[in-house]
């Protein structure tokens, strides 16, 4: 599709090519555009100003697990919207970030020529949405409205901040039904006395490494694991819990936590 109206965070280039880059590999569009004297007499150079003004200063655009990526900036978040000709098909990019502008110093350019124009380029990473068969939360989890987040097993500790990873009981509600949880996670402790398990809506699965190695009655290898469980009958709603995780936490018994690294969904 030859898109030629292009909506910048807002700004119009004075003109696009046609044939623009869309490198899904690395999340980016290349618009090779030329500024120009409009009818109202703004200078060409306005044009670059104005988008070098909304030029991010850092941009990260980790993928994530679900096939999607991250998209995290030093600077503004744009929407980026381009059209046909005709104005019959419509792509928009929702959470975009500019590139410093590249000019072309081989451009024709005279602030005193009404015919003067710029070349340049705009590089825009966008964020991707990944399979919409699969969904992947991280911490801090009680920052997402669909889930219930709590620190201990009795519901008493709410998830914190400083915490965001360390679960004793969670609930996580969903618009489509689910078949299958995954998550990386740790146990807190445990030995063959007080076992570590995580419990994913009634199958329990036990912990083989621990994330708090060094407290005293602690058996398990320091590490983390992908624990996973296929659900037998596919829901809109899902309950992890560790083994007891209550305050205090100064005996191993009570110290049957679990700490999630990511909890990934995928659905029916």
């Not at 119009?12 to 618009?31: K, Y």
């Not at 299958?180 to 009634?202: K, M």
């Not at 309950?239 to 909890?263: E, M, T, Y």
């Amino acid at each position: 599709m030859a898109y030629i109206n292009w909506t910048i965070g807002g700004l119009t280039p004075s003109w696009v090519e046609p044939d623009f880059i869309d490198d899904r590999d690395t999340r980016t569009l290349t618009l090779k555009c030329t500024a120009a004297y409009d009818v109202t007499g703004a200078d060409p150079i306005d044009e670059i100003e104005s988008f070098d003004a909304l030029a991010s200063e850092k941009i990260n655009n980790d993928g994530l697990l679900n096939g999607g990526s991250k998209l995290q900036v030093l600077g503004q978040i744009v929407t980026v919207t381009a059209t046909n000709a005709d104005s019959t098909e419509t792509k928009t990019w929702t959470r975009c970030a500019i590139r410093k502008v590249k000019v072309n110093l081989d451009s024709y350019y005279n602030e005193d020529n009404p015919g003067s124009v710029i070349q340049y380029e705009l590089v825009i990473s966008y964020q991707t949405q990944g399979d919409a068969g699969a969904i992947v939360y991280y911490p801090n989890y009680d920052d997402y409205s669909n889930i219930e987040f709590y620190m201990t097993t009795d519901k008493s500790d709410p998830g914190v901040p400083v915490y965001g990873e360390e679960l004793g009981w969670m609930k996580i509600t969903e618009t489509q039904n689910i078949r299958r949880v995954e998550t990386l996670a740790s146990a807190c402790v445990g030995n063959d006395t007080y076992p570590s398990t995580l419990n994913i809506n009634g199958e329990i699965i036990p912990f083989h490494y621990s994330h708090d190695e060094n407290f005293a009655c602690n058996t398990l290898p320091h590490g983390f694991e992908v624990l996973s469980c296929d659900l037998d009958t596919p829901t809109t709603e899902v309950i992890i819990q560790s083994a007891n995780h209550v305050n205090p936490f100064d005996n191993c018994d009570n110290n049957r936590g679990a700490w999630l690294k990511w909890v990934r969904l995928i659905f029916e």
